[in-house]
């Protein structure tokens, strides 16, 4: 076939679809006495059965198909190749959920309209016109009733947001949530403001910088936008101030770390990190570099388990100290990291295990992949004469 004439049968095909989708269904719809006969629930309940095809689909199929006994502009839609099932599913519902105290001649206008816009709009584009269709048709009640659909929805995401939190067992756990629209996309917006410096060329995944095992520097490299948001609830989790949280037993709120003197000094060591949602064990690294950034209180116990110490909160890096290390530093000053100050946490050279203190000649800037490496034992860490430090894996 030329090209224009596969060009052709393609657009001539979808219509052909589009009417045999039309037939099919008007023919589901009547097919109540066929599903009586064999003993089904309805008729897309027998031709799932019978045709082995998905029970969901051909069930939405059938309701589809009942609503197009009413629907008759859309069934004229597809009877003439305009209108997809997928196009005439989307209207069909929008005008499922149009207010019932309209008057018909309002819901009929509606309904030619929206079919009207099946030769410009897909199924997608469709859905958002079909809410706003009010707008077009009856501009007078619109609002007020945009208005109360939204305050439903709103109420209706309240009621029913989730979130759950199951332990696998292998250092990880499963978070798993339905949350209300507006707080999902203001969550959004704080992952964003982690991930969106290190966008990696508009591919959809995001750049983090880093070295090769000798130390020398590589280009930024993708890592997909999923684990990147994981990395960046991660890191918004883990620098929100304490003192601005709800108090627990008269406390802010703060992470109590539990682990021995030898453990403290140890690099393959174990702590038991306590919050509000229990004792979990960390490990001592963990632990340290936890320290240059969160209210960590420290208990340290000798060998006979005799509680040693109970040191203080962690003091972190003032508001002031951190502008100044960001207009000192600029960047993540690992070798070959280009990802801005704004989106780094503060590393102590010397940790509080070691009676480090928080003094900006005692830190540096490193993002959060750097600085995971930092209290790595498996990496060493050197000053390059520039400022840069270069992580070179221990052999």
Known sequence: MATSDKETALVELTHIEAQVAELRLRLLASADDVAAMHGARDAG???AHTTHTDPQTARADWRLAKALETRTVVAAGMRDGHVSAAQARVITLGLDELPTELAPETVAGAEVTLVGYCDEFGPKDLRRLARRILDVVAPEV???????????????????????????????????????????????TYLDAYTSPRKNGGTGGVATGSTTGDGSPTSPTAIPRHRANAHAFEALLELLDPDQLPEHGGDATTVIVALSHEQLLTDLATAIAITGGGANPISAGEARRLA????????VYGGDSELLDQGRAKRLFTKPQRKAMKVRDRRCRAEGCTITAAWTEAHHFRPW???GRTDLKDAVCFCKQDHL?????????TLLPNGDYRFIKRQ
């Open 45 to 47: 309940a027998w031709i």
């Open 142 to 188: 619109a609002d007020a009733e945009e208005g109360k659909k939204l305050q439903d929805e709103e109420r209706h995401a309240r009621e029913r947001a989730t979130l759950s939190l199951r332990d696998l067992g292998d250092g990880r756990t499963r978070l798993s949530g339905v949350l209300p629209t507006t707080v999902a996309n203001r969550l959004r």
């Open 292 to 299: 240059c950034q969160a209210a960590i209180i420290p208990q």
């Open 353 to 355: 295990s070691q009676g």
């Open 373 to 381: 490496r930092a209290h790595d034992p498996s990496y060493e860490m």
